[in-house]
């Protein structure tokens, strides 16, 4: 099954309870797909993991973005359900990209190291394990997308946009001065830029949904460069996960178990000092990327937020 990021069949003149509609038929089904897959195959492969986890992120903007075709308790339901699915998800998926990231790294190390190395594997996948029956829990739980579509409905505020690109100018508008005015902030803060990477998320998702109310450069060239910036804050994030964890780790072993350290040690700070070291590597690009943003954002009117029927009469004049 495809993992559903682009939706066929809408446009700026879509009702947007009928693109509620889509939308989340799309979305929901993907989550459903990927539920069973992660939580009973997930050693043949560990992508399921993350498509479920993505799956889950891109339902819950879908569900903030047409929240006013639901009735409000039933999407408070229905997100707390799909935060608590990411949420595990979240945790499986983390000790899959450590694992992952530590098997890279082992490939090229000395067999000093390798000691050090092939203990944090036995850790890693200690820990990975933990996490699964969560994921198996929630599965046998099960999760039924009919129920939800069902109560998609036309919004009761009689001031609610009633054509999808009238939500798209609404929604894209705030999404993008939101992340740009983070962008403007020059700290190398980690906490700073994990909040950038979040509105870099919401303004990904948003996209994704509102693609086709607006001209192509706004999918074939703007999104590509929110795609870009996430990599590079994700990959911060990654590095800064596995700088925590194995910080505490060596803490831990120096602390109670000086045999270990002594045996394992190696291996353990090698990595933790490469983590360190990548996190600023990427800091740069992130600088480098956010000049390139400014002057993708600031290069012409294509950029503002038009829809399709709007861009077309422009581009006649």
Known sequence: MPDGKWISGLSSETPVVEAARRVLEVRLGVVEHFLPLAARHAREDVEYVHHLRVATRRTGAALKIFKMCLPKKRGKEVRAELRNIRQVAGKARDWDVFLIALGEWAATRSATERRGLDFLQGYALERRASVQPGL???????????????????????????????LAELMINDLLAAFDAAIVDASDDLEHLHRVRILGKRVRYAMEIFADCFVAQFRHELYPAVEQVQEILGGINDSRTATQRLGNLADELRAGRAPDWRRYGMGIEQLLKHHQTRIPELQQQFNAWREEWRELRASGLHWSPITRATAQVTEKR
């Open 136 to 166: 198996v829990a929630l599965a046998e739980e099960g999760f039924d997308p009919k129920t939800i579509l069902a109560a998609v409905g036309e919004p009761e505020d009689f001031d609610a946009p009633r054509r999808l690109g009238q």
